[in-house]
């Protein structure tokens, strides 16, 4: 018995899908948003780190923790597919398990910046989707960072610096969002991940399908 339409269908290669965005945008949000309407269809990366575990942190959850030896193992054997050196420590992507959900038509989604979002184009660009979020004004983005009550003013004043060098990278990114509302932001992230998912080259189905019309299947 030949496999139903809809099965077929369920037969795609994942995405690898980057939300850039200034301190304050709202690409965290939009993250939580996106993994909570689909917990079956789309993971979170898990990054390796040579740092230690925090309190309450667990080991294939939060990171994978490494030895400075294993990472530095793992970029000669290029099994990170992007990384880079934070303070003192260092944090990358393993190749290995991205890779696995690529292949099990799972999507998965990066938390990292326009560097990260970089060195995946030059590891990965076929399976890459790259989104960066706006803000409607830098003023509205001053006004989020101070409504989180999280930062001193200070820090707030770095973030706001630091925004202007991050938002330079915008050309960079396939598609823009302007967060001026959550709803319509979210409603334009769906847009673009359906559309991607539905690009012939990630419909692996669709060469046998095609071929058993033309056989008179």
């Known amino acids: ?11 795609r290669r994942g995405l690898m899908i980057v939300l850039s ?10 993250t939580r948003k ?14 390796a780190t ?21 990472f530095s193992r793992m970029i000669e054997t290029d099994d990170l597919l992007e990384h880079a050196r934070v303070f003192d420590h260092f944090y990358g992507t393993p190749r290995g398990p991205v890779e696995a959900a690529l292949e099990g038509a799972k999507d998965v989604i990066f938390d ?10 030059q590891a990965a660009a076929d399976d ?12 509205d983005l001053e006004n989020r960072l101070k409504a989180r009550a999280q930062d001193s003013a200070e820090t707030i004043a770095r973030r706001m610096a630091k925004s ?31 559309s991607e998912r539905m690009k012939r080259k990630r419909q692996l189905w669709l060469g046998p ?4 019309l033309t056989q008179g299947g």
């Not at 018995?1 to 037969?11: A, D, G, R, V």
């Not at 996106?34 to 993971?43: F, H, M, Q, S, W």
């Open 112 to 121: 990292v910046d326009w560097q990260g979002a970089q060195q995946l184009a």
């Open 1 to 11: 018995m030949k496999p139903q339409l809809e099965e077929l269908k369920c037969q």
């Open 21 to 30: 965005s200034p301190s304050g945008a709202g690409k965290t949000t939009l």
């Open 50 to 70: 040579t740092r230690h575990p925090r309190p309450g942190e667990i080991e294939g959850i939060d990171y994978y923790f490494v030895s400075k030896t294993d």
């Open 164 to 194: 202007e060098a991050e938002i330079s990278h915008w050309a960079e990114y396939d598609y823009v969002i302007v967060n001026a509302d959550l709803d319509a932001a979210m409603n334009e992230l769906r847009v673009i991940i359906m």
């Open 128 to 139: 890459l989707v790259k989104i960066f979020v706006l803000p409607p004004s830098m003023v």
């Open 209 to 212: 399908f095609v071929r058993s």
């Open 34 to 47: 996106l993994l909570e309407e689909n917990p079956a269809d789309i993971i979170l990366s898990i990054s």
